[in-house]
């Protein structure tokens, strides 16, 4: 069966501290690795779409990587306003997403 | 342009009732789908749209649980003799063609009491 971990499952940092969440996979045709942000009582909101591996995306202080097996996402500098729940998912070439649990990212003034 | 709509935002039931959900993709997306995401725990997908067809239903928990889509645009999501464990947030996304990023909307906070 497909699957998708995340750890850790919560992250607590202070103010620019710098780390990274990280998500892996069952290797089975992966076709692409979306990564999105989600915050209480919303829906998830869309950073990145990664294919292959080696690919890399930034935005602001996000940045995505992509391996074989799996995806990081690494926070540069975190202000309080990224504390969320960052949720991964996969497609595994069936028409639909395969979600991790999420890491619920907090970051402390 | 505006995003992913869902109605109600919340809705309390009782045990036994019927509801249904709505959601209003992003206009000129071809692919919607419905998931259900419960305290804890990961999205579940429930079922996707092609247009007003829907290829794979797997996902729906029980026969009590069904979902149309007309005009290639708003789809409903029915409940049927609601019981405790279908509280749930029910998430609604859409995306322009299927594979590609799929949008979510803010979701419909379901109690069942």
Do not use: M
């Amino acid at each position: 069966e497909d699957q998708v971990t995340q750890s850790p499952e919560a992250l607590r940092l202070q103010e620019g501290e710098s780390s990274s969440l990280n998500c892996s996979y069952t290797v089975s045709g992966l076709r692409g690795l979306f990564w999105y942000r989600q915050d209480p009582g919303k829906g998830p909101e869309f950073l990145f779409t990664l294919y292959s591996a080696g690919e890399e995306k930034e935005k602001e202080r996000l940045k995505a990587t992509l391996t074989k097996k799996e995806s990081f996402l690494h926070i540069t500098a975190p202000k309080p306003e990224d504390s969320a729940t960052y949720l991964c998912a996969v497609d595994f070439g069936n028409e639909k997403l395969t979600f991790g649990t999420g890491t619920r990212l907090t970051i402390i003034p | 342009g505006a995003g992913v709509s869902q109605s109600p935002s919340n809705k309390v039931t009782e045990k036994g009732k019927d509801v249904e959900l709505r959601c209003d993709p992003i206009s000129g997306h071809t692919a919607l789908y419905w998931y259900r995401q419960s305290l804890g725990q990961g999205l579940e997908f429930l079922i996707y749209f092609q247009g007003n067809s829907a290829p794979d239903k797997s996902g729906l928990p029980s026969d009590r649980f069904s979902a149309e889509r007309t005009g290639g645009s708003v789809s409903t999501l029915t409940i049927q003799r609601t019981q405790q464990e279908d509280s749930a947030v029910y998430l609604c996304a859409s995306s322009r063609h299927i594979r590609e990023t799929q949008y979510f909307g803010p979701g419909t906070r379901l109690l069942v009491l």
